[in-house]
C-alpha cells in the first residue's frame, strides 16, 4: 500500500532502528507514473543508484525512483555504517504471478 514510511515509528510501514533515523524519515509515493521519495528528516535522505558513484542528496526535497540502488537514512549510502535501505523498481512485465497453492478441503 502507498504510501510507504521509512522510520523508526512504530506505526511506519518499514521500522529501522538507529538513532539516525528520524521517527518518519523518508516517504515513498507512487505520483505521475513513477515512485517518489521525500525526505521528513533531520538528518537527510541519500539515493545512490546502481552503476553510478553519485550520490544524491535530498534534505527535504523529492527524487524519482528508478533502476536499483541503495537509500541511505541519516547518512550516505557509502557510509558502512549508516542504515540503508536497497530498492529495484521493475516493471509488471517482468514480475510473476503468484498462485495460491490447491487446498484439498478434503479430512
Known amino acids: 500500500g502507498m504510501p510507504v514510511i521509512l522510520g523508526r515509528s512504530p506505526q ?13 524519515h523518508a516517504r515513498i509515493v507512487w505520483h505521475g507514473g513513477t515512485f517518489q521519495l521525500t525526505d521528513l528528516s533531520y ?14 542528496s535530498l534534505r527535504r526535497g523529492t527524487c524519482t525512483l528508478h533502476g536499483s540502488g541503495l537509500i541511505g537514512l541519516g547518512g550516505s549510502p557509502a557510509d558502512p555504517a549508516s542504515a540503508s ?10 514480475t510473476t504471478p503468484q498462485h495460491a497453492p490447491d487446498l484439498d478441503w478434503r479430512a
Open 85 to 94: 535501505v536497497r530498492f529495484e523498481i521493475m516493471r509488471f512485465a517482468d
Open 43 to 56: 538528518n537527510g535522505t541519500y539515493v545512490r543508484f546502481d552503476h553510478d558513484p553519485e550520490v544524491i
Open 12 to 24: 511506519a510501514t518499514y521500522i529501522i532502528d538507529d538513532t539516525r533515523v528520524s521517527r518518519s
